[in-house]
């Protein structure tokens, strides 16, 4: 019993390591980045996006709006690369 705890414990990091740069792996492939500056471009303060719901809903619209055709699971990878790296919420 031990043992799978201490095997689950260095297993875990790795694992949501790995999750987090799929999501951004997904970003850089389908070239999101040619218009979005990262660091400057996607702030919690922006009217725009005021919680996760918000931020699904663009993700949605600029991915479909430039012919990007995601799962609906990698478009929750990217949502959740961009939320966990600049936005942050908690809340949909
Ligand atoms: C051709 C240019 C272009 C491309 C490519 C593009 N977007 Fe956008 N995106 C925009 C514009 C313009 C806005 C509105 C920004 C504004 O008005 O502040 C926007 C807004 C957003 C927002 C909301 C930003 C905020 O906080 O206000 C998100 C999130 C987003 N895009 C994600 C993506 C993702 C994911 C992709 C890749 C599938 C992508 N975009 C590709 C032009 C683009």
Request: charged residues 25%.
């Amino acid at each position: 019993m031990k043992n799978i705890l201490q095997k689950m414990i260095l297993v875990l990091p790795l694992v949501s390591f790995l999750y987090a740069s799929d999501g951004k792996t997904l970003y850089m492939e389908a070239n999101c980045q040619k218009c979005h500056h990262m660091d400057e471009q996607y702030d919690p303060r922006s009217e725009k996006v005021t919680s996760l719901h918000d931020l699904k809903g663009w993700v949605l619209g600029c991915a479909n709006n430039f012919g990007i055709e995601w799962f609906p699971e990698e478009n929750k990878q990217v949502v959740e690369y961009l939320n966990e790296t600049y936005y942050h919420y908690t809340e949909e």
